[in-house]
């Protein structure tokens, strides 16, 4: 196996091991998911994709998230993000998927909005655009260590509340169904994930992060505001620019990830699987560790 990298302390390209071989060997899944605990962005290329094959991939690194209420495919193992309807059409702009797809360009941490928080995403690329698509990425491991001990200090206790609705109704209040907001209350994390493998510890926000206990909201804000705008900015971050038979898997304890606009005019069609955050007996967290 060899790893290139993509961006400066993150990221790598993943040759001489494929998909199916993280499946079926253990050898191959373990120098994966070192890599996966060191880097944080992992690429595939040129893989023979199918919805069979990435969930058998997913299910290596552990419990698989079922889609949640009012997305595609909600129910199964597959979250589906497309901008074409049922009968191949592509949709408005003011359709629900257009929608989604712009909340999707706020950088953000996959099901932080969860009792249960995800471990990891992995998304495979099914139809790509001609231009535009891209999804980017920043670590937050590295957001965090370039913060001085002082500040430091300060954050890495604080318990920061998620809300599905704080990303949605940024985009449009009508986005979310009230079976959706019933759904999906409110959720509390701390501000900080420690990885249990290398003891390295990141932040733990983005767009859905909403408020901070014992904090104003004005004060929350400003603060989870300035933390994501220094993490994100653009030297610190990956734009991977997606080719047929590519698939990404990230970190969510460790990352923000955004999608970035592509021509209405053209379809994307990308299918992601989400793996459930466990501890090593296989217990999912119930609140992430602090430093």
Do not use: C
Request: charged share 25%.
């Amino acid at each position: 196996m060899e790893l290139i990298p993509l961006a400066t302390g993150f990221g790598v390209e993943v040759r001489g091991v494929n998909l199916i071989d993280v499946a079926s060997s253990d050898a191959a899944y373990q120098a994966v998911r070192a890599a996966f605990e060191e880097h944080s962005v992992l690429l595939f290329r040129d893989q023979r994709i199918s919805d069979d094959v990435q969930v058998a991939y997913s299910r290596a690194f552990g419990p698989l998230e079922l889609s949640k209420v009012g997305s595609i495919g909600h129910g199964s193992f597959y979250g589906v993000l497309r901008n074409v309807d049922a009968d191949g059409r592509i949709v408005p702009d003011d359709h629900k998927e257009a929608l989604r797809a712009r909340a999707n360009q706020l950088w953000h941490t996959d099901s932080s909005f969860k009792r249960s928080p995800a471990l990891a995403s992995v998304l495979s690329a099914r139809t790509i655009p001609d231009r535009g698509g891209e999804t980017q990425f920043t670590s937050t491991r590295l957001a965090w260590e370039r913060l001085p001990p002082a500040t430091r200090a300060k954050l890495k206790d604080l318990v920061v509340w998620h809300s599905y609705a704080n990303s949605r109704d940024q985009i449009s209040p009508k986005l979310m169904s009230p079976a959706e907001r019933e759904a999906l209350p409110p959720v509390d994390w701390r501000m900080t994930w420690r990885n249990p493998v290398n003891g390295r510890t990141a932040l733990y926000i983005a767009s859905h992060a909403s408020a901070i206990d014992g904090m104003g909201d004005n004060e929350a804000k400003a603060l989870l505001g300035g933390l994501i705008e220094d993490a994100t900015r653009e030297e610190y971050t990956y734009l991977h620019v997606w080719r047929p038979g590519d698939v990404v898997m990230w970190d969510n304890r460790a990352t923000m990830h955004r999608g970035r606009p592509w021509p209405g005019d053209q379809v994307r069609h990308m299918v992601r699987t989400t793996i459930s955050a466990t501890d090593a007996d296989g217990v999912p967290h119930v609140l992430p560790m602090a430093a």
